[in-house]
């Protein structure tokens, strides 16, 4: 055997190894792709039961049969205000939070927790 055959010979290995390596990754790949494809429902559904803040705080005032008015007046804001609370343009302050809570007789925390961040 002769420097040119055994030059041949590991660079055929080395070859072989390369492929090797390029169709595994590309087997891993797919493998976490349709992982990723499956898992799309579930995000959504996932997505769709998760709140914002604006949201948890319109369903208490509703549910309280609380118009945003009369939520403004108890708390010393305005009616746009608490709109933009519940729509999502802007949070209530800390103060409000737990001013809000004490509205609706629950923890501020748990309005917090409800919500999705």
Request: charged content about 20%.
């Amino acid at each position: 055997m002769n420097i040119s055959t055994v030059i041949l010979a590991v660079g055929t290995v080395l070859l072989c190894a390369a492929v090797g390596c390029l169709v595994y990754l590309f087997i891993l790949l797919t493998r976490a792709l349709k992982t990723y494809i499956r898992s799309k429902q579930v995000r959504r559904e996932m997505s769709e039961a998760a709140k914002s803040l604006g949201e948890v705080l319109k369903t208490h005032r509703t549910q309280q049969k609380m118009t945003q008015e009369f939520v403004a007046e108890a708390l010393g804001v305005s009616r746009q205000a608490v709109s933009k609370w519940e729509s999502g343009l802007s949070d209530p302050s800390t103060s409000n939070l737990i001013a809000l809570g004490k509205l609706w007789k629950i923890p501020p925390e748990e309005l917090l927790s409800q919500a999705r961040k």
